[in-house]
């Protein structure tokens, strides 16, 4: 019989006479232990995956947006060498890494003014899919300040979301993707942790994943009561706060 399907997880076998819908895959449990708060997890990392969210040149680089509009972005490459050492122990042990990140469309027809205003509160400079002066689109897909950074390098076997909201679920093929792929688990990294990698997180959380924020792999510009509350409603509400040591010790184990 001839299997139909994009990935081992969700894929039929069928023949002229017959469609077998019974999902021939049955990947064992690989139960992973790792501190967390607030209790210790276990999770299994045969239906996990890790989440980078907008580790974008506008985000992280100098010459970027922030940049431009005069923030500091140092909060926002702190987790640039965390990622470096997970994310290729990840891919190792198996563990799908997808990388979602901002680019809009150049007409913007799917961007409403609210999320222009968020970008440009006064209608001044540059905003979403506007060219800096001397670089490049904001946030443009395609452009050099959508590109993901330099010192992380995303693999051939790595999956690739565009968004073009703060949440990825947000009319795109996110979701699609994970279940396709039968993934129950999610660590996040990535930012602002307080506004996209959190926004995410809540929908993943509502849509029925179990949900890790990795601590030391994501970042923010905003002040440091926003990581607090964001820290706490993680711990409170949605899911469990560990980070990339406590993970990579799981894994080893």
Request: net charge negative; glycine share 10%.
């Amino acid at each position: 019989m001839k299997p139909m399907g994009s990935h081992l997880a969700n894929r039929w076998r069928v023949s002229a006479a017959h469609c077998d819908l019974t999902r021939a895959e049955r990947r064992p449990v690989r139960p992973v232990e790792l501190a967390a708060e607030p209790q210790a997890v276990t999770v299994d990392a045969n239906r996990s995956a890790l989440i980078v969210v907008d580790m974008q040149n506008d985000f992280c680089a100098k010459g970027g947006y922030l940049d431009y509009r005069g923030i500091d972005i140092t909060p926002d490459r702190a987790p640039i060498e965390p990622l470096r050492r997970l994310v290729p122990a990840l891919r190792a042990q198996g563990v799908p890494i997808v990388w979602l990140n901002w680019g809009v469309r150049r007409d913007l027809l799917n961007i409403h003014p609210s999320l222009l205003h968020a970008h440009t509160q006064d209608g001044e400079g540059a905003g979403l899919g506007e060219r800096i002066p001397g670089g490049a689109e904001i946030l443009l897909k395609g452009s050099w300040g959508a590109q993901i950074v330099d010192e992380l390098n995303p693999g051939e076997q790595d999956i690739h979301v565009t968004k073009h909201r703060f949440s990825g679920f947000w009319d795109t093929e996110l979701d699609s993707i994970l279940r396709n792929m039968g993934l129950t688990t999610l660590f996040f990294a990535g930012v602002n942790a307080d506004q996209c990698v959190m926004t995410t997180l809540e929908d993943a959380s509502f849509l029925g994943y179990d949900v890790l924020m990795l601590r030391d792999c994501v970042g923010t510009t905003s002040p440091p009561f926003c990581m607090q509350a964001t820290e706490y409603n993680v711990k409170l509400l949605y899911g469990f706060m560990t980070d990339s040591g406590a993970l990579l010790s799981g894994l080893k184990a």
